[in-house]
């Protein structure tokens, strides 16, 4: 059987509580995503791949089915501690060509440190597959001009999730997803 996803939504959430696996589950739930059996892929935006609305995605899957995610997450049961998840997502210019996810987690970032590192990661990969030469130790900033100037990626986005650790010792888990449809 073969499967190419046409559509991609993203989605994001938070979950507190005293056991860590509760935590996750309810960060799912607050992204919309704890009623479906995730498998996690690794970080290829198929080609032809458009990206929907959560809504439009969610009303596109039904509880239980299979499905397809590249997932980020990060947990503390530190108070105060701050966390990121993110997914960076690179799409080339050419729509029949594939484009790059990238899941980025990470503790003490801002949401725009955690986004920005994310797209980064996510195009730098596109970048290399298709040839563009850049300098890594340059500002992200200034890439992203590079990228976009050469013609080859057409856009790039992200979606973050951060928090801080809740007081008591329970544990904080951040999300931030990429379902694929």
Known sequence: MRFV??????TRGVGIHKERLTSFELALREAGIAHLNLVRVSSI???GCRIVSREEGLAALEAGEITFVVLSEMSTNEPGRRIAASIGIAIPADPRMYGYLAEHHAYGQTEQEAADYAEDLAAAMLATTLGIAFDPDKDYNERKEQYRMGGHI????SITQTAQGAPGGVWTTVIAAAVLI
């Open 5 to 10: 996803p046409r559509k991609l939504f993203l």
């Open 45 to 47: 935006f198929p080609p």
């Open 154 to 157: 057409v856009d790039s986005t």
